[in-house]
């Protein structure tokens, strides 16, 4: 079966759009005789390239039995400079003093804070002040620290800017509705305020234009999947018009080609080609700039919500095979992360290597009973990797902590461990079991004091090419995971992860067990350097 593209290759094929009533004609009509302060067209007239023009009328031509728009929602990924803030300028008057609006009727132009929801309303009041026949027809609010609000005399519709900063929006009744970077609401409360307003006005449309966002964890993604759908034919809603300009994630971000398909003004001059290839130049070096470039200039949807940890092709280099013979005999560290149900439990050993390096054996443990259902959420083949025996499976629905404590029995017996550095939470009865017995077994907790410099002695390693891992895939995985929470000095201070199910835990005890490993038989932490400040270990 042929998957369809999401991509909208209607907007330059020239094909029919039905407009059976003339109001896709009639909206592109009044648009065009806007005017817009920055425009260089004749006199100062609204740009309405030929894209925008057909997103227009696709959006108000098409017409059910009853004359009845048949678009009630439109969802735009668009990367960022192909002016989507003019357009939503544009629509917002269209729907508050041209003829789609409604007498008393609310248009709003929506964002999760206040100067980004000003910026589509300052544009809107920029283009009723060009014209001096719109500034008589209109009264405009915008005083400081004030209600941001365009009113048509003639009939009291108006336009306001809302954030999601602002009061409770319940009981709004939005006749039209421009969501503004949804990718970035910090909550769901305007969202859910507007969507329950909508269906208050017959025939109302919500308008979602957003760049690309990063992670699953956001109101966004979800309605961006959604629309991805459509756009395949594997969801039939022909209320929902998609219209997604975004990149694959595998693709090759540096293709020029790929950043003209993702931009449709780039060919219009909307934007400056050499500024994105510098843009591009920089994310040669830095994974943060590259990451930046594909998110916002190539609307790649990023599977994370902050910043990547290590670029995983430089990690791969510590794929050779371990030779554990080898190892026997030489001073070991474990580092423990136990978990019950959700993450993986992990034990990690690391040995010193004699080039400053360390090198790493992982060995992971979670519940028999959700194995499958890992396999299901990440795609990640859980299955497999138990049939392999490169993760335990215990019975039941949480981590048999007997079998964690027999395999560190298992590998103090085969190795000279100097140290067994548990994070505490959930450890206690398998620490104290082993100190009993007069195992090395500490704690080690996972506050900034002690995982900022052991997550920078683990990058060191990595980046230099010392951190040999034998390619385990299940230990790659949870690195791949990783993200990184950073200070106000932009210090690593911490792991997270942007899903439940992407289990990071492996990353963790390697950074235990390698922290642990460079303090060496002298039990000196890394966090002693006289170099760190107090400021250095708290994060914001």
Same mark, same amino acid.
């Given at each position: ?333 474990? !580092? ?110 996972? !506050? ?93």
């Amino acid at each position: 079966m042929t998957t369809r593209s999401t991509y909208p290759d209607w907007l330059f094929d020239g094909s029919p759009i039905d407009d059976p009533l003339g109001y896709g004609e009639r909206a592109v009509n009044f648009l065009r005789l806007l005017k817009h302060p920055k425009s260089a067209a004749p006199k100062r007239a609204l740009m309405l390239d030929e894209w925008q023009d057909r997103i227009v009328r696709r959006i108000y031509g098409p017409r059910d039995q009853n004359g009845h728009r048949i678009v009630k929602t439109v969802v735009l990924l668009l990367p960022r400079g192909n002016r989507k803030t003019s357009l939503a300028a544009a629509l917002s008057l269209l729907h508050t003093i041209g003829p789609e609006r409604r007498p008393g009727g609310e248009a709003i132009f929506a964002a999760g804070d206040r100067p980004q929801a000003s910026l589509g309303f300052k544009e809107a009041a920029g283009i009723i002040r060009e014209d001096k026949r719109l500034v008589k027809a209109t009264r405009i609010y915008d005083a400081h620290n004030s209600v941001k609000k365009i009113v048509f005399n003639k009939d009291g519709s108006f336009l306001e800017a809302i954030s999601g900063e602002g009061a409770p929006a319940h009981g709004r009744t939005p006749a039209f509705a421009f969501v503004d970077e949804l990718h970035i609401w910090k909550n769901a409360d305007l969202w859910t305020a507007i969507k329950s307003g909508l269906p208050k006005t017959q025939g109302s449309l919500l308008i979602i234009a957003t760049t690309a966002g990063r992670g699953q964890d956001n109101i966004a993604h979800e309605i961006v999947d959604r629309a991805r759908k459509v756009a395949r034919g594997d969801i039939d809603d022909p209320s929902l018009l998609p219209i997604l300009f975004e990149t694959p994630d595998d693709a090759d971000w540096r293709d020029e080609a790929l950043w003209h398909r993702a931009n449709p003004g780039l060919a219009l001059g909307y934007q400056d080609i050499e500024g994105l290839r510098q843009l591009a130049r920089e994310g040669e070096t830095s994974i943060t700039a590259r990451e930046t470039f594909r998110q916002y200039n190539l609307n790649v949807w990023l599977d994370r919500s902050t910043d990547p940890f290590v670029e995983m092709a430089v990690y791969d280099q510590g794929a050779d095979p371990v030779d554990l013979e080898a190892l026997k005999g030489r001073p070991c560290w474990l !580092g423990v992360d136990l978990s019950s149900q959700t993450d993986l439990t992990v034990i990690v050993a690391a040995w010193r290597d004699d080039d400053g390096g360390f090198t790493v054996l992982p060995i992971f443990f979670c519940p028999k009973m959700n194995l499958r259902e890992r396999e299901e959420q990440t795609g990640a083949p859980y299955l497999e990797w138990e049939r392999q025996g490169l993760i335990t499976a215990t019975d039941g629905n949480v981590v048999d902590f007997d079998a964690v404590e027999a395999a560190i029995r298992d590998l103090c017996d085969r190795f000279e461990v100097t140290e067994i550095a548990f994070d505490p939470a959930l450890a206690r009865s398998v620490l104290n079991s082993l100190q009993k017995d007069g195992y090395p077994a500490v704690e080690m907790r996972q !506050g900034a004091l002690t995982m900022m410099p052991a997550i920078a002695e683990l990058e060191r390693a990595i980046v230099a090419g010392k951190f040999r891992h034998g390619g385990n895939p299940v230990l790659r995985f949870n690195f791949a995971n990783v993200e990184v929470e950073r200070n106000k000095q932009q210090h690593a201070v911490r792991f997270v992860k942007s899903k439940r199910w992407l289990s990071i835990d492996g990353a963790v005890a390697a950074a235990m067990a390698v922290s642990r490993a460079a303090a060496g038989e002298s039990g000196r932490s890394l966090y002693d350097d006289p170099a760190l400040k107090p400021e250095d270990f708290v994060w914001s």
